[in-house]
């Protein structure tokens, strides 16, 4: 096993808890923690607030299959129909130049870095909770931006990802997206101390 400098996050969680909101304040808040996010490829169509080759790098299907085959991803998953995926190689180069990579990822996905990393001293893995599923409920229906069945299977989804959670080094509560950032913070903070 290759010793990294760097740390591998993953900061997991039902669709629609606030991964992103938190990732991206949590990286403002605390430049010191020499962050970086791994920008997935995903075969779904961007949202409209969504930047190509910041929130995600938007691709065909044909693309996606064919970095699959070449093994290009260190992890991937189908979720709701399209599929998402780590490019591998960027992970390992920034954490070869000491950066600490984040993956904000479905629980598939990571439950296979899980098993990818074994032995990797530089694993961190973080559970995002909601603070009830009613409040999960009224964000995933606030965006606005999906069909009613689509958003009943990520609710479905949502309900079987967050009896995982024991799978995770820790679990963080979204109740405030600062409070949130500022607990990952501590974790990454102490992991950082005692490595
Ligand atoms: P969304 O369509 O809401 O952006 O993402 C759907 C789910 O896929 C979310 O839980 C999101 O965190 C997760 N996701 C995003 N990128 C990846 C990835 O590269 N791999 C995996 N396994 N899940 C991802």
């Known amino acids: 096993m290759v010793t990294f400098k760097g740390l591998l996050i993953i900061i997991s969680g039902p669709s629609g808890v606030g991964k992103s909101s ?21 075969t779904r169509e961007p949202r409209v607030h969504e930047v190509e080759g910041e929130d995600y790098f938007f691709v065909t299907e044909q693309l996606f299959d064919s970095c699959l085959k070449a093994g290009n991803f260190l992890e991937h ?8 995926g780590t490019p591998k190689q960027n992970v390992d180069k920034l954490r070869e130049a000491g950066k600490n990579v984040i993956l904000e990822i479905e629980v598939e996905g990571a439950d296979q870095v899980m098993q990818a990393c074994k032995g990797d001293k530089g694993l961190l893995t973080i559970f995002l909770m909601p603070p009830s599923f009613a ?11 999906e069909a009613d069945d689509v958003i009943k299977e990520r609710l479905t989804k949502a ?23 500022d607990e990952i913070a501590n974790i990454i903070s102490k992991k950082l101390r005692n490595r």
């Not at 409040?135 to 931006?145: A, T």
């Open 77 to 84: 998953a189908t979720f709701v129909g399209h599929k998402y």
């Open 135 to 145: 409040k999960l409920e009224e964000r995933i229906r606030g965006r606005r931006s």
């Open 159 to 181: 309900r079987n990802e967050m009896e995982l959670t024991n799978k995770y080094m820790y679990t963080v509560i979204n109740e405030t997206i600062e409070q949130a950032a």
């Open 22 to 42: 938190v990732r991206k304040t949590l990286m403002e808040k605390h430049p010191q923690l020499n962050l970086v996010y791994s920008i997935s490829m995903t």
